[in-house]
């Protein structure tokens, strides 16, 4: 469907003659919204600007890079030749928060050369698309560079025009499991937030961020930087110039390489991307991610199956149960180790408890973690290859017996492969672990990298990690497994190409609650997520905490958020595999809040982001595949408000019963947070609805079909 059409789009002042004269070339997006124009300048820089409702959002950025062993890319060049061509397709998500995705752009290609020797070829593709940019480098096949390539450092620039109030999170190279911060582009300070205490693992070098960082400016202009397509590649940070409001990619290193990025000519690099907006819902609304991803490589994954699920999980998060069989653990400190304690979480007994729950309450399967060995030796050892075992379950766990009454009960298991970030302990035993799982029917694998990675040095978002978790991605899915990764390599939208690749955490999940010593994610924190992280793919987020406050396990925590907050987490934070969380006596003491879950959706037909803030609120409605029910979740930072609500949404002439979930007249998350009203109400198409919601409230509505 590529259509060349030389002539328009890209405006081509001089193409060849003379070598003194400028050559001006650009690109718009279907709509003229959004506009690249690429240059070089008069040292042979090359460098890009971008235009949006024609103001200049992003000025003159250079691009280039920095080689081991060979002269860097950075200056030098001449443009050799250019293409501009457009694309217009519709493909379908096998799930996910829509059925049809529309991936519509205009694509301009420039062929650079090294003016003088060594004369190397250098390509850069644009794809300029309604809701923002991707580019990418293209190391074309040529003489002058040929085998490996060492890059030592990637020189993308993203040099903003405004101050803009910024989202971000620090540029660690090991953990995106922190807090966000909303601060001026100019105040960023990523530095002051190294050695957090409340995480495994943590290391920031530069006053960086990671992505999706996203900004909003003063006339309501939002951008977000994040990167599509991380294979066999460095995860990208963005160093931060706060004096001249610059933004520069900074890769993740390695201790053990005196390079980056290593790869064997020819190759491409990850795009880069800049989703772009006059409002906060489209945003989120936006496609742009997993358009820039190839398309679907393993056509049927029609055996893995969207779901809700319960899990043998929070109980030891809250000190209930253990992971391990034989000596207690305290999660918030990782050191705890000797005694037994008869408290082991993953028993048949215990399982088929949550089983008989999740069956119950339409709920398609039950997580188990810590059901296999290893776990006893595995806190606070430095040497933590061949701990685990992916294999073996615990004495107590019949797995065989779990399993088949599982099958009775039409609920999966979900395996769990905590790796402890022993990744060639792992590798080695990926095809026997997954085989286990293919031989039992269960599809899904919920997976872990806690700690330090081994081999020593590197770090979760390196290259060779990125290869660990794509490559671990690739092969579940030769065994018919769907991989959930918590501490992960961030989302880039490889889920189109391996629909196997369902979600993931990768940011500060529902567990620091339970055990952080900071007080835990304050009311905001989801707001801001749903315009950051989630823009990137599903969240394994884990919502559900009916008994916010839990101090009959921990006096010193709870959720801080009210419990109708946590129903709207069903629609607003999108999963394929949606948590509830809590323990099933919490659930079986609150049924009228619980029918939610059980009624809720967790595949989506379509997707509308009804109104939103970054930061402050949001409201997204989303239909069910196949029932053609809706489902409306609405969510507050700290401070209370009222949303008015249209539902043109809904079909024409169609009846729906309606029962609205929303925050109590006294609800408040930390002096109130059970409080909550379930009404039935009546609502068609041309309905207006004003929802109050609560200090870090709430509100969830289904819309059965009659
Ligand atoms: C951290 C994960 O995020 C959490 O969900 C899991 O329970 C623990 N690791 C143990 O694997
Ligand atoms: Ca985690």
Redesign the pocket.
């Known amino acids: 469907m590529k259509i060349k059409f030389a002539i328009l789009l890209i405006t081509i002042g001089f193409f060849s003659c003379s070598k003194t004269e400028k050559t001006i070339l650009e690109a718009k997006s279907p709509n003229s919204e959004v506009a690249i124009s690429f240059n070089i300048n008069n040292e042979g820089r090359p460098f890009y600007t971008v235009q949006f409702n024609n103001k200049t959002v992003v000025d003159t950025s250079y691009l280039g890079f920095e080689f081991k062993d060979v002269p860097s890319f950075n200056k030098n060049f001449i443009i050799k030749s250019t293409t501009a061509s457009t694309f217009n397709e519709t493909w379908q998500m096998p799930w996910g928060e829509q059925l049809d995705v529309v991936n519509h752009y205009n694509e301009l290609k420039v062929e650079l050369q090294e003016k003088t020797s060594p004369e190397r070829f250098l390509n850069i593709v644009f794809k300029v698309y309604d809701d923002g940019i991707g580019f990418r480098y293209e190391f074309p096949k040529q003489a002058r560079l040929k085998g490996d390539i060492f890059i030592t450092e990637e020189h993308t620039e993203f040099n903003l025009t405004e101050d803009y109030k910024t989202f971000w999170i620090p540029g660690d190279w090991d953990i995106y499991?922190h807090l966000y911060n909303t601060t001026k582009l100019s105040e960023i300070d990523a530095l002051k937030l190294a050695n957090h205490a409340n995480l495994?693992q943590t290391y920031i070098p530069e006053n960086a961020v990671n992505t999706p960082v996203t900004m909003v400016g003063s006339d309501g202009t939002h951008l977000s930087f994040h990167e599509a397509a991380l294979v066999d590649y460095s995860g990208m940070t963005l160093k931060v110039d706060t004096e001249n409001l610059n933004l520069v990619s900074n890769l993740v290193g390695s201790e053990n390489t005196d390079y980056k990025v290593k790869r064997t000519m020819p190759f491409n690099t990850p795009w880069r991307t800049i989703q772009i907006s006059d409002n906060a819902p489209d945003l989120i609304e936006s496609k742009l991610i997993v358009n820039l991803n190839e398309s679907n490589k393993l056509d049927d994954v029609s055996w893995f199956k969207p779901m809700k699920y319960t899990g043998i999980?929070w109980e030891?998060?809250l000190g209930k149960s253990s992971?391990d069989y034989g000596m207690t653990q305290d999660?918030s400190t990782w050191t705890d180790g000797g005694k037994s304690n008869g408290t082991h979480g993953a028993n048949t007994e215990n399982v088929k408890r949550f089983i008989d729950f999740s069956a119950k309450n339409n709920m398609g399967g039950v997580l188990v973690?810590?059901w296999n060995t290893g776990w006893e030796h595995w806190i606070g050892f430095e040497d933590r290859e061949g701990v685990f075992d992916f294999v073996t379950p615990y004495p107590d766990y019949d797995i065989d017996e779990v399993v088949r009454y599982g099958k009775e009960k039409g609920v999966d298991i979900i395996m769990?492969h905590?790796t402890s970030a022993a990744t060639e302990t792992y590798t080695k035993q990926q095809d026997t672990a997954y085989a286990l799982m293919q031989k039992y029917g269960m599809h899904t694998v919920?997976s872990?990298y806690?700690g330090k990675i081994l081999p020593k040095g590197e770090y979760h978002h390196g290259q060779y990690m990125v290869n660990h978790y794509n490559n671990a991605a690739i092969k579940a899915a030769k065994y018919e497994v769907a991989v959930n990764a918590?501490?992960p390599i961030k989302a880039t939208g490889l889920r189109r190409t391996y629909p196997n690749i369902i979600s993931r955490?990768g940011l500060r999940?529902q567990?620091f609650n339970a055990w952080a010593t900071d007080g835990g994610n304050p009311p905001e924190h989801l707001p801001i997520v749903a315009f950051t992280r989630m823009l990137s793919g599903p969240i394994?987020f884990?919502p559900g905490i009916f008994n916010i406050k839990f101090d009959e396990y921990k006096k010193d925590n709870q959720v801080n958020t009210t419990i109708a907050q946590q129903l709207a987490l069903y629609v607003v934070i999108y999963s394929p595999v949606q948590m509830a969380a809590d323990l099933v006596e919490h659930y079986e003491a609150n049924p009228e809040p619980l029918q939610f879950i059980k009624d809720v959706g967790v595949d989506w037909e379509t997707t509308k982001v009804l109104n939103g803030e970054v930061g402050d609120y949001v409201t997204i409605a989303r239909k069910e595949r196949g029932t053609g029910n809706w489902f409306v979740g609405g969510i507050t930072d700290e401070k209370a408000r009222t949303v008015d609500l249209t539902f043109d949404f809904l079909g024409e002439n169609q009846e729906y019963e309606v029962v609205i979930y929303k925050d109590g007249e006294n609800a408040h998350w930390d002096n109130n947070p059970l409080d909550i009203s379930i009404e039935k109400i009546e609502v068609k198409k041309d309905s207006k609805l004003s929802v109050k919601l609560a200090e870090g409230g709430g509100f969830a509505i289904s819309l059965k079909k009659k």
């Open positions: 499991e495994a999980w030891m998060h992971w999660m973690e810590g769990h905590e919920k872990g806690v918590h501490e955490e999940g567990e394994d884990t």
